[in-house]
């Protein structure tokens, strides 16, 4: 199973991203989704989250900035950002729990990770 982010770029302040993450491999179900960042020098940090019934949490810092979506059928979530800052300046990693099937037998949930995508929000 692997995990494929994009869609990051350089944006200036007030302008808007979407973020877009698939998935790929034998996957049984895909349980809850969520986009995390890390700034430099910073921890990684949650930014919104989605449950695997459309259940949304944001971070106080995106909230009515941020939209986090998932799309059930093709096994992928997305991020709307609107209205970006400086400081949402991070690489962006997409973040799944996902059982994975192999060779008919249903393996226990794993916490998957993608690749990462560098927003950079900046005049």
């Known amino acids: 199973v692997q995990l494929q982010a994009s869609g990051g770029g350089l944006v200036q302040p007030g302008g808007s991203l979407r973020l877009s993450c698939a998935t790929s491999g034998s996957i049984f179900e895909v349980g809850a989704m969520a986009w995390y960042r890390q700034a430099p020098g910073n921890p990684r940090e949650l930014v919104a989250h989605?449950?695997?019934?459309?259940?949304?949490n944001y971070a106080d810092s995106v909230k009515g900035r941020f939209t986090i979506s998932r799309d059930n059928a093709r096994n992928t979530v997305a991020l709307q950002m609107n209205n970006l800052k400086p400081k949402d300046t991070a690489v962006y990693y997409c973040?799944?729990?996902?059982?994975?099937?192999?060779?008919?037998?249903?393996?226990?949930?794993?916490?998957?990770w993608g690749q990462g995508t560098l927003v950079t929000v900046s005049s």
């Open positions: 973040n799944a729990e996902i059982r994975e099937e192999v060779d008919g037998t249903i393996r226990p949930t794993y916490n998957y």
């Open positions: 989605i449950s695997a019934g459309s259940i949304t």
